[in-house]
């Protein structure tokens, strides 16, 4: 086939595919769906070996956010019944994040919700990183709390953070219609800050929240003129008591697509497979580990993904390995002497172009990636979900119930 011969060649050298090359990817039909990954497979070979990332979350401050991004379950007049609560301690925190590098991640992303943080929000957040640095030697912490105010960002970068999170979620063109109280310019605007800052950035996007394949290449490209280090492609979970409760209209095939064509724009990026990985990918999660090289282990900041036992088994059947905290994951040419996390220098040719959102989200449950969990649906079930479409899928999303902000051990 002569576009993924094409778009091969692009991503091995690092070249970006014409926007119809990264359209007809998305147009391809299921016959050819096993060459397209292959495709884009190679190239993430090239980049990222067989090694697989692992990213835990901590949702430091649940619900109660003031913004109305609309796939978020901790928005302004959400009904999802969440966990709510303020900000962890810096100890609860740390003991959060143990659990999951416990499990074998190697990043620890701190999620608050809100549209950003107080000077006094970045005090405590520059606490717990210090508490959480000070515990686990080698971890790279990823902060993600919202739109940042000038000096923020140096401020998390001296307290030790990493990277900083914030997605642009979807096009320029459509980001009013799925957020009122901050605008697509915010957001891009948030990841500049970081980016300037030092901090390896971290932006994506959410998939299936009733877009345009037009609008899901606008946002990858205009990431990639952010040039992030990394970008969490999140599959939306259409969360009941939000206002896309019934956008249930991806398929684990449409995602396998999707995370190919960032895979071809973005080569040389982490590209992560975030919330909704469990909801929509579900038994082809392994062939997307062919695609992404990095996932997140456990839950997510307000639902449940699947056990961390079945992420590490699932990437050792797939024939990958856990990536180590002594290598560093993105290639040499992006590397550069951020702490244990690579970062990018430059590398795009084609930085500059506008980008951007508001807090970063990780897949509709707010400024994190809220997932949720895939439970064993008998075959009868499989069929009535065939044809239920657009119906709530209870059996696919649980809400969050153990962890951070619980009593209950964290899943990792
Ligand atoms: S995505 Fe972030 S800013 Fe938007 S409603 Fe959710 S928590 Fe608030």
């Known amino acids: 086939m002569d576009l993924l011969n094409t778009l091969l060649d692009k991503g091995l050298r690092r070249e970006l595919p014409t926007r119809d090359e990264a359209l007809a990817v998305l147009a391809t039909s299921d016959d050819e769906l096993l060459d397209v990954v292959a495709a884009a497979g190679r190239v993430r070979r090239q980049w990222f070996g067989r090694r697989v990332k692992l990213n835990y979350l901590v949702n430091l401050k649940s619900g109660l956010c003031p913004e109305d991004c609309s796939y978020c379950s901790q928005r302004l007049g959400s009904k999802a019944e969440i966990l709510k609560y303020t900000w962890l301690k810096p100890d609860q925190a740390s003991e959060a994040a143990a659990a999951g590098l416990a499990g074998g991640a190697k990043r620890v992303c701190l999620v608050a919700s809100g549209r950003g943080p107080t000077d006094r929000d970045v005090d405590r957040v520059s606490d717990t990183i210090k508490a959480i640095k000070d515990q686990n030697e080698g971890v790279e912490v990823c902060a993600c709390l919202g739109l940042l105010s000038d000096g923020q960002a140096e401020r998390l970068r001296d307290a030790g953070a990493d990277a900083y999170n914030h997605n642009l979620n979807t096009s320029e063109g459509t980001y009013g219609d ?106 082809m999660q392994p062939l997307a580990l062919h695609l992404a090289n990095s996932i997140f282990l456990g839950d997510y900041l307000t639902s449940e993904g699947q056990a961390g036992k079945a992420d590490l088994d699932m990437i050792a059947d797939a024939g990958f390995e ?74 696919l999303v649980a809400v969050r119930r153990r962890g951070a902000g619980t009593d209950l051990a964290p899943n990792a």
């Not at 956008?247 to 999707?258: H, V």
């Not at 992006?334 to 959102?357: F, K």
């Open 178 to 283: 799925i957020t009122t109280t901050h605008t697509y310019a915010d957001r891009v605007d948030t990841v500049r800050k970081a980016h300037a800052a030092g901090l390896s950035a971290c932006s994506g996007l959410i998939a299936g929240m009733g877009e345009s394949d037009e609008d899901l290449v606008d946002v990858v490209y205009a990431l990639r003129a952010l040039d992030p280090d990394s970008v969490p492609v999140n599959f939306l979970i259409p969360f009941e008591g939000t206002p896309l409760a019934k956008e249930w209209n991806l398929t684990p095939q449409r995602c396998l697509r999707i995370l190919a064509m960032v895979r071809f724009v973005c080569p040389d990026v982490e590209v992560r497979i975030a919330g909704g990985r469990e909801v929509h990918l579900r038994t």
């Open 322 to 395: 856990v990536e180590g905290t002594g290598e560093v994951t993105l290639p040499e040419h992006r590397a550069t002497a951020h702490a244990g996390c690579g970062s990018h220098t430059g590398a795009s040719a084609e930085a500059g172009a506008d980008a951007g959102a508001g807090c970063g989200s990780h897949g509709g449950g707010g400024c994190g990636p809220c997932g949720s969990t895939v439970r064993e649906a008998a075959p009868e079930e499989l069929v009535q979900e065939a044809a239920r479409g657009s119906e709530a899928r209870t059996d």
